[in-house]
């Protein structure tokens, strides 16, 4: 079967067949049943009071390198879609570089074709190594089934970014529709807080063309606070919204290291690289 090499538009596309159906949103993210929902309520945040107002907000810089290999001192190659991450991330206001962990992509299958969509990558600041000690020694599919230890890496008081890389262009609406219909089911009754990091959320998207090679960093500063930003050419130079809800951002955290990851390969490959760091 040949590879699929141009551009995809969604509201264009026609499968052959009457009985199947799919939502364009699907592509991205996915869209998950109900009971995830009551995982997400009262989760303690006792952490926000840690980050002062005046705190630096982070842009995005990246140490330059001469190489760009599989395999370099430098960069990681995600195998699926050939995207490459830095395997260490600086973000200005922070004292210590982020590692990367381990790197996914999301894949969408139409009939038989499986049409990749981006490419992920987990960076965490080193420190939250020091809350997994409980997981030394245990194997990569011990620690991608345990829930708790993701929980863990969500609640520590240490940032985590989530770098995504899109390999196909896609209008902003199409990519907002899919983080909305993966992350409303998880809120039962969402909050007026909930709705007002939704609209912000949704805001950043609208009337944006997101191409192929676009860069959108979600980084996770404590559990109730979450930090967009995205570039069209190039590394992201500043933060283009502040998402301030506990529900919102770890439903979107759960989207990736729940129980049922949009992207397993992305989450395997995280506990791979986190049984290696604690063997």
Not at 66 to 73: E, F, I, K, R, T
Not at 110 to 129: M, P, R, T
Not at 212 to 235: A, E, N, Q, R
Request: hydrophobic share 40%; net charge positive.
């Amino acid at each position: 079967m040949a590879a699929i090499s141009t551009p995809i538009c969604f509201s264009s596309l026609v499968i052959p067949c009457k009985t199947w159906k799919t939502n364009s949103s699907h592509l991205f993210l996915g869209k998950f049943a109900e009971p995830h929902a009551n995982s997400f309520r009262n989760k303690p945040c006792s952490l926000l009071s840690a980050f002062s107002a005046t705190r630096i907000q982070p842009h995005f810089t990246v140490k330059a390198s001469s190489s760009s290999s599989v395999g370099s001192a430098e960069y990681t190659e995600e195998p699926a879609t050939k995207v490459k991450f830095q395997k260490s991330l600086s973000l200005p206001g922070y004292s210590s570089p982020f590692s990367l962990l381990g790197t996914g992509y999301r894949e969408k299958v139409f009939a038989i074709i499986g049409v990749k969509v981006y490419a992920a990558g987990l960076y965490i600041n080193q420190s939250i190594l020091s809350k997994l000690n409980a997981w030394k020694g245990k194997g990569a599919a011990n620690i991608q089934e345990d829930s708790s230890l993701f929980d863990t890496i969500y609640q520590a008081p240490s940032e985590k970014s989530l770098k995504i890389v899109l390999v196909r262009d896609v209008d902003g609406k199409t990519f907002w529709d899919a983080l909305d219909d993966a992350i409303s089911p998880r809120i039962r009754i969402p909050t007026p807080v909930d709705e007002s990091a939704l609209s912000t959320f949704r805001n950043i998207f609208q009337g944006r063309n997101l191409m192929k090679g676009t860069f959108i960093f979600l980084t996770w500063l404590d559990p109730s606070k979450m930090l967009v930003s995205i570039s069209v050419d190039g590394l992201p130079s500043g933060v283009d919204a502040t998402i301030e809800s506990e529900n919102v951002t770890f439903a979107l955290y759960d989207v990736f290291f729940g129980g049922a990851p949009v992207s397993p390969s992305l989450k395997a490959s995280v506990a791979t690289g986190l049984a290696t760091i604690l063997k």
